[in-house]
């Protein structure tokens, strides 16, 4: 079955450093990946997909690119903010999304 | 676009009692949409798939007589906790896939926060 794997949390970071958020996974067939966010008490929202293998997906500074021979989807930013502290939850999808555990970010000022 | 909401957004019961969750595509169409439990600091764990119009399909270990799902339209699902225990608080999520898309891409409603004293 469809597996997602991701770098385990809680990631605390100084504002203005680099993110690396690793993510790799286990499917059959060619699943669309995602990121997603989740701010504290809110549902999860979109930050960023792709569809195929080599797509990149970008989203505010945010960027992941589709890796089919490493099975990976890792997230990275090169400069995180204070407002960037939420959870992290990679995914992916065919006719379910497959979640990861997600990881806690913390930005320091 | 592509907007989920939620209603209601926190509610608090008796143990006993039953609580009626609504889940809403607001500017699209939804053959599909999904309901996910969260405990904290945990990721989602799906319960069941709604298709419109016909029956829920649920996760194994999910009683279904216990969280009653109905899509009745291709805009509305509901989930309902029926005799709601303590055990049963939880974040509930739901999410909708844009039928017209033909994409798996789901969009999440903002949550449920259920707390049962």
């Known amino acids: 079955g469809n597996s997602v794997t991701q770098m385990e949390g809680p990631v605390t970071l100084s504002e203005e450093a680099f993110l690396t958020i690793n993510c790799t996974y286990t499917a059959t067939g060619y699943p669309s990946l995602f990121w997603y966010v989740q701010y504290p008490g809110e549902g999860l929202q979109l930050l960023l997909k792709a569809t195929k293998a080599d797509d990149k997906g970008s989203n505010k500074g945010f960027e992941a690119t589709y890796r089919k021979e490493t099975t990976s989807f890792h997230l990275e930013k090169g400069s995180v903010q204070v407002s960037d502290s939420a959870v992290y939850f990679c995914a992916l999808a065919d006719e379910k999304l497959t979640f990861g555990t997600g990881t806690r970010l913390t930005i320091i000022p | 676009g592509a907007v989920v909401s939620q209603h209601p957004s926190r509610v608090i019961c008796k143990s006993g009692t039953s609580v009626k969750i609504e889940c809403r595509s607001l500017?699209?169409?939804?053959?599909?949409m999904f309901w996910y439990r969260q405990f904290p600091k945990q990721s989602l764990m799906l319960m069941a798939t709604s298709n419109e119009g016909s029956k829920a399909t649920y996760e194994q270990g999910v009683e279904k007589d216990k969280f009653l799902i109905n899509h009745a339209s291709l805009t509305l699902s509901t989930l309902t906790v029926t005799s709601a225990h303590p055990e049963d608080s939880s974040f509930y999520i739901c999410?909708?896939?844009?039928?017209?898309?033909?994409?798996?891409?789901?969009?999440f409603g903002p949550g449920t926060r259920l707390t049962v004293t």
């Open positions: 500017d699209f169409q939804a053959t599909t």
């Open positions: 999410s909708a896939r844009d039928f017209a898309s033909g994409s798996y891409e789901q969009y």
